[in-house]
């Protein structure tokens, strides 16, 4: 009876506010806070007795470049309209839930009601759908660094008219929220500062990290135009660096820094693409590639607003990046990786990759892609995030074993970094034997208490004071998971693991602890095949006139150091191609 009485109430509330009657707060300024995808998002809300006044954002720890439409608009709409329930910024939904849900926190401690405001209509003009046609001579779909890049180039290599399409509410991609390091050679910054490195050791480098799985044709040209990209960056773009190049990615000193990050090619970009009359469509999402009857590139389709364009062009580009948050696409793709979940880029979908394909291009190196695992509790039961199910410092304990449901270990847990195919596809292997989401990493309180590892969300780990007692606690079976933990510890002794042959070794004791992790892609190196001229090729090795890609939507060129000289230098390279097909 008494849930009946409060659905009725709840009713009339929303009824009542929908139709413009009172609505009662408690007058005053009020703070409010939610789990934003960095971290707390704390707001300030400034009530009268029937309405919210003012919105303002204390603090958040949002990646810039993504956050920055959803910590504008959200706020002002919810003053504008009333109501919790306004739609959230594309590519930033994580973060308008936090704004909003910290907002509903204000509300609810100013005495609002919160369902009903969530119910409150948005009274928006409704806008004729229409099917529109446009006409360019170069499409360039994405507005990460490679696409930035192909479309300078083009306009800067005498092309009139570049279309350069994002469905994302802000420019950037994965670029704009990197830490902005780039590895080149022979830079001028590199001259000027008197550091000298070869092609050689360049190429050793770069391949010795990937374990040579990359295009060794392309990876070449990726290192030898590394300086030329970064003088690029500095004299065309304007982009501010760092005096200085680091040590990064190996012994090499070949990493430049961009002055605050990723987010510092903001300005310098968004000014350009101004300054040379690039017609950037934001929110703009490419669906479909068009060829026209001898299957040569005539443009492309989009929507937009829930009207359908239809973008007529010469030469397209496709740079939308990889598919790092596409989980689905992945396990097509490759099978052995079905269960991750994606926490790379938000718009790393594989867009261009599935429409590139759709038109007969072929694939390359599928299976190559990066994971790092995390709380697989945390993913899936919490709503994680790559902060919140962090588990690396776990992981990476000096005595930190996996084990699968057996109770047995699997692989040697030192074999490589935690981001590693080395350790994550012994693990993905585990997975599958099991028919299990996860596998389980053990430590002791010790050790993690001196590396102050601690779960996310103030969640507590697994722990027990015996090896049986932990096991009974994971559901394994408490004699297989003491032998193992008892075999380790003989092995960590004797300085020699004679089933794995791991050489870090740490031996652990009580208490014991425990959980259950899953490896999650961050991001992918296989894409889109081209060629020198980043022409997309078919599976036969014929072109397909007029396609072009770049960045991450092409494989495979580029490993951890390099993912960002990739980007740009291909991005010229088919800003430049596109540009020379259309004379």
Request: hydrophobic share 45%; net charge neutral; with cysteine.
């Amino acid at each position: 009876m008494k849930k009946a009485v409060l659905m009725i109430l709840l009713v009339v509330a929303a009824i009542s506010l929908c139709f413009g009657q009172s609505v009662h707060y408690n007058a005053g300024t009020y703070i409010g806070a939610a789990q934003g995808m960095g971290g707390e998002v704390k707001v300030e809300i400034v009530f009268s007795d029937s309405s919210i006044t003012s919105i303002r954002i204390l603090s958040q720890k949002e990646t810039p470049s993504i956050a920055g439409p959803a910590i504008e608009r959200i706020p002002a709409d919810i003053v504008k309209y009333q109501s919790l329930g306004v739609d959230s910024v594309t590519g930033a939904t994580t973060t308008s839930k936090a704004i909003i849900n910290a907002i509903a926190d204000a509300v609810s401690k100013a005495g609002g009601n919160v369902a009903a405001l969530k119910a409150a209509k948005v009274s928006k003009e409704k806008k004729q759908i229409a099917n529109i046609e446009i006409t360019a001579d170069v499409v360039v779909i994405g507005a990460g660094g490679a696409g930035l890049a192909a479309a300078v180039e083009a306009k800067d290599k005498g092309v009139q008219k570049v279309v350069l399409l994002e469905k994302m509410a802000s420019i950037g991609g994965t670029t704009f929220i990197s830490q902005g390091l780039i590895g080149a050679y022979d830079s001028k910054l590199a001259k000027k500062l008197g550091v000298k490195l070869t092609y050689e050791a360049m190429y050793d480098n770069l391949m010795n990290n990937a374990k040579y799985r990359l295009d060794p044709v392309l990876s070449e040209i990726t290192i030898r135009k590394s300086g030329e990209t970064i003088d690029w960056l500095q004299e065309r773009v304007k982009v501010p660096f760092i005096n200085d190049i680091a040590i990064g990615y190996g012994p090499l000193k070949m990493m430049h820094m961009v002055v605050g990050g990723g987010i510092g090619f903001q300005k310098p970009f968004l000014t350009l693409v101004k300054e040379l009359g690039i017609d950037l469509m934001l929110e703009t999402k490419a669906t479909e590639i068009l060829l026209d009857a001898k299957s040569n590139v005539r443009g492309v389709k989009a929507s937009k607003d829930g009207n359908e364009l239809t973008i007529l062009a010469k030469a397209v580009v496709v740079a939308t990046g990889g598919y790092s948050n596409n989980p689905v696409l992945t396990a097509i793709l490759d099978p052995e990786k079905e269960g991750t979940m994606g926490i790379g880029f938000t718009g790393a979908t594989g867009d261009g990759i599935i429409m590139a394909n759709n038109i007969g291009a072929a694939l390359t190196h599928m299976n190559h892609m990066m994971f790092v695992l995390k709380d697989y509790e945390i993913m899936t039961k919490h709503n994680g995030t790559s902060n919140t199910a962090n588990v690396s410092r776990f992981i990476a304990a000096p005595n930190c074993i996996l084990v699968g449901k057996d109770g047995k270990r699997f692989v040697d847990e030192k074999s490589g970094g935690y981001m590693t195919q080395e350790l994550n596809s012994p693990v993905f292997n585990q997975m599958n034997k099991d028919r299990l989401g996860y596998v389980w990493a053990i430590s002791d309180e010790a050790a993690l208490k001196n590396l102050k590892v601690s779960r996310g969300l103030d969640m507590e780990f697994i722990s027990a004071p015996t090896p049986e007692a932990l096991a009974e606690k994971m559901g394994l079976d408490p004699s297989a998971l003491a032998k193992t933990i008892a075999d380790y510890n003989e092995y960590a002794k004797a300085g020699f693991d004679k089933e794995f042959k791991r050489t870090q070794l740490a031996t652990m004791g009580a208490p014991y602890v425990a959980v259950s992790v899953m490896p999650c892609e961050i991001i992918t190196y296989g894409g889109v095949a081209r060629n020198r001229k980043t022409e997309v090729l078919r599976a036969d090795g014929n072109v397909i006139p007029g396609l072009y890609v770049a960045g991450e939507a092409g494989g495979n060129s580029a490993y951890m150091g390099f993912t960002l000289s990739n980007a740009f230098t291909w991005g010229r390279i088919a800003g430049a191609n596109a540009a020379e097909f259309i004379k």
